[in-house]
Nanobody
Framework: QVQFVESGGGLVQPGGSLRLSCTAS????????MGWYRQVPGKQRDLVAH???????NYADSVKGRFTISKDNARNTMYLQMNSLKPEDSAVYYC????????WGQGTQVTVSS
């Protein structure tokens, strides 16, 4: 059974930074394309970044140059470093596969506000 646990969210002022973490059981980050998603109430869940088994990365235009996705295969943990945060980055952030979606974790809330 695949389970994800996201952490690291919080309240931050515009221009600030946060680092999100995702740990998983039942799945290996070293063999799957993994992604970070975000969702605001009433809207669909969007992919913001993904990373391949080999470490190649891709970003949504809205976060390119500000967010960095990375992973530690030995710890089976994935990260999202978020810099220069904007109010429109406020959302619940989730991790999951990209090519195949597993049951969602509880997510971690990110709020960017002054």
């Amino acid at each position: 059974q695949v389970q994800f646990v996201e952490s690291g969210g919080g309240l931050v002022q515009p221009g600030g930074s946060l680092r999100l973490s995702c740990t998983a059981s039942g799945i290996s980050f070293s063999s799957r394309v993994m992604g970070w998603y975000r969702q605001v109430p009433g809207k669909q869940r969007d992919l913001v970044a993904h990373i391949t088994p080999g470490g190649s990365t891709n970003y949504a235009d809205s976060v390119k140059g500000r967010f960095t996705i990375s992973k530690d295969n030995a710890r089976n943990t994935m990260y999202l470093q978020m810099n220069s945060l904007k109010p429109e980055d406020s959302a619940v952030y989730y991790c999951n596969g990209k090519m195949y979606i597993f049951p969602w974790g509880q997510g971690t809330q990110v709020t960017v506000s002054s």
